[in-house]
RNA sequence: GUGCUCGUAGUUUAAUGGACAAAACACUGGCCUCCGGAGCCAGGAAGUGCUGGUUCGACUCCAGCCGAGCACACCA
């Protein structure tokens, strides 16, 4: 990565000028390397000088005028700057185009392989997405957690993690046989919709709790499943609640903690002292009825992940609703002795307005909109890239009206043209010979997309340290563009032919890296549009 | 009432405490005898809900207030 080989060059300097006595010991751990909003502010920047001036009280416009001095110093060894120079404070480096080019090779010798890192370590991480509930089909609101944990664990795994996908169907429990008596239609029912009167109509069982569990199983099939399938999203496993409860791993979850005296009677009911781990209020594990409440089994099944499966890390993707939650499974993998090892992240709720009117989502009153009236309106791609493009903590205003219009103009239409466009012009040409000299690329167009290239591990690596997933959309979005306008200034195939073949290389490249970030969203990359 | 998340151009969203807040859509004007015009160029448009504070520097951190969503179960 060009971004490390900066910061270890900062380091290397900064180290020579500690030895000549210039500069004081210092954490490098500290020390930023940004890439500037503005190209006039070259290819890098950093801001040591205002660290430096915080911790020892020199003015930092000077100081950075003598760390110009140390490192221009320094180079003359390494050779890999064009230009050191100290603006407002901000040091900012411009790196010679050789570095650009040997990336450029770079990227075509590893072809899809490019940006892979050893990040993760060969480390098993779990990516556990949207697991609604199965008593109705998903709704648009359930459906975001899909881009975004298919994307992350695709992130993680190319960054050196072995990453799984899995959903997690609660089929057991209350909402169960409130859904059979749904399908019965009988004084309990309460879930409303379509999909009820089409299980009601087929339903043969009498029992609710055998009516639920049947009807959970062709939600599943019939609706859930579909609309993952129509996304493209290929868990790896579909993990049902019901197996905890049967295998006995609830009872045995249940020992373990009290064993360990985490667990009381009060009321009758059985008690899990979460407060030891950080929790607000203790929870109940087993009901003063006798059955084991949610909790239970989500310990049970956490207990499953971390030992029995043998995952190092799992990253729960949930939405916002659940919030009450965490701290009680938290503490449960953590008294069970997985701590710090389960990450949760929560999506802020999807708001969909329909005719400038908020609708309350709701699968017991029947009002909402599901992901698959969506998918109809606007396609797999746009949805997904919607989704993919908002953090996590945003709170996605969601407008059916607009959706429609709105989908002919998603940016992912913008990407998907560029790579179309670069597949036009080398299915023209044919077989591209991989000797070329990419110092006759001289154009700053040709420079910048070169550049903008060769961020994209940077990016991989951010979003697998930071899991903020929508850096990727916006970056290919950013790399679409610059190719577009690349297109639009030169001509590809033109009277030289070493010239062309430079080009050719280029745009190879920018398919590559176009092809992989693609893939990592699992959007489609049309060769035609 | 308490906790979590959020409040940024007309709209939908970006912005590890860093440089003049960035894009897309929409809007206005322009660009093909030439590799795909689903493209390109130019332009107007916010100073980040409000009030203070910390800092060399705040959309970002802290306090208070206003507004929105979610959560505060022996439901999952």
Redesign the pocket.
Known sequence: MIKEKVRQFVIVALQKGQKDGIFPEFDYSKI???R???K???D????LS??L??QFKIN?VALANNLVEVFLETDKEYQMFEKIES??????FRLCKDIYFKELKEILRKKNRYGDSLFGKRKKVQVEFISA?P?GPLTVGNARGGPFGDCLANILQKSGFISQKEYYV???????A?LGHSVLKDELSEYKGEYIEELHKENEEKDPDKAGKLAAKMIIDRYIRKTTDRMNIKYDKWFF?EELHRSGKIKQIINILTDKGYTYL????FWFRSTDFGD??D??L????G?????A?DIAYHLNKFQERGFDKVINIW???????VA?LKAGVSAIGFPDQLEII?L????V?KDKE?I??SKRTGTYITMDELLDMVGSDAAKY?FL???????????VD?AK??S????V??I???Y??I???LK?TGIVSSRFNPALLKENIELELLKELAVFPDIIEDVAR?Y?V??LP?YV??L??IF???????????EDKQLTRARLNLIKATRIVLKEALYLMNISA????
Do not use: W
């Open positions: 930023l390397i940004t500037p909003e503005t006039e502010h070259g890098f920047s950093t801001n205002f660290l001036s915080a930092p603006i407002n404070g901000f040091i900012n509930n008593t609660n089929n057991s429990g209350n909402q169960i409130i609640e009060k009321d009758k009911a607000e209020r929870r109940v087993i009901k003063k009825d059955q084991p409440t949610y909790l089994a939405g916002a609703d659940h919030y009450g939650d009680g929560l802020q709720f999807v708001t307005i908020v309350k989502m919607f493009s908002r953090g996590a903590d945003t709170h996605v205003n969601f407008d607009l219009q709105r002919e103009a998603n940016p239409f913008y998907q043209y560029a179309a466009r597949c036009s012009v023209k930071t903020q929508q850096k916006q979005l950013e679409a563009s577009h306008r690349l297109y639009q200034d030169c001509r590809m195939i033109g049309p060769k035609k549009m």
